[in-house]
C-alpha cells in the first residue's frame, strides 16, 4: 500500500513561512501528479498547488506568489514553501498523488495531514 507523510506543519505568526513536506513510499512504479490541498474547519478541501512529473505547476489565485510547490522525483519527496503566510491559511493541508505501483496499475492517493495555524 502507498503511504504518504506529510511533515512541517506548526503554528507561526502572520507573515511568517513554513515549508511543508510529503514523503510518497511503498510499492511505488512512479508518480505523475503531486498536489497539496487544504481544509478549514467547516469548509470543503481545496487546491493549493499541484505540479505534475514534467515540472508544470498550477497554483490556486489565493496562493499565487506566496507560496511555491516543488518536488524531488529521486526522493518522491514533494515540497511546500509557504510565505507571507496569512490567517485565512490557516487550514490541515494534505498531500495528493497519482501513483503507478505496476506499469498497468494507477491510483490515487492521500496523506493524514498536517495542521497550519496561522495566528498573532
Known amino acids: 500500500q502507498v503511504q504518504l507523510v506529510e511533515s512541517g506543519g506548526g503554528s507561526v505568526r502572520p507573515g511568517g513561512s513554513l515549508t511543508l513536506s510529503c514523503v510518497a513510499s511503498?510499492?511505488?512504479?512512479?508518480?505523475?501528479?503531486m498536489g497539496w490541498y487544504r481544509q478549514a474547519p467547516g469548509k470543503q478541501r481545496d487546491l493549493v498547488a499541484t505540479m505534475n512529473s514534467g515540472g508544470s505547476t498550477n497554483y490556486a489565485d489565493s496562493v499565487k506568489g506566496r507560496f511555491t510547490i516543488s518536488r524531488d522525483n529521486a526522493k518522491n519527496t514533494m515540497y511546500l514553501q509557504m510565505n507571507s503566510l496569512k490567517p485565512e491559511d490557516t487550514a490541515v493541508y494534505y498531500c495528493n498523488a497519482d501513483v503507478r505501483t505496476t506499469l498497468y496499475s494507477r491510483s490515487n492517493y492521500w496523506g493524514q495531514g498536517t495542521q497550519v495555524i496561522v495566528s498573532s
Open positions: 511503498r510499492n511505488i512504479f512512479s508518480i505523475s501528479t
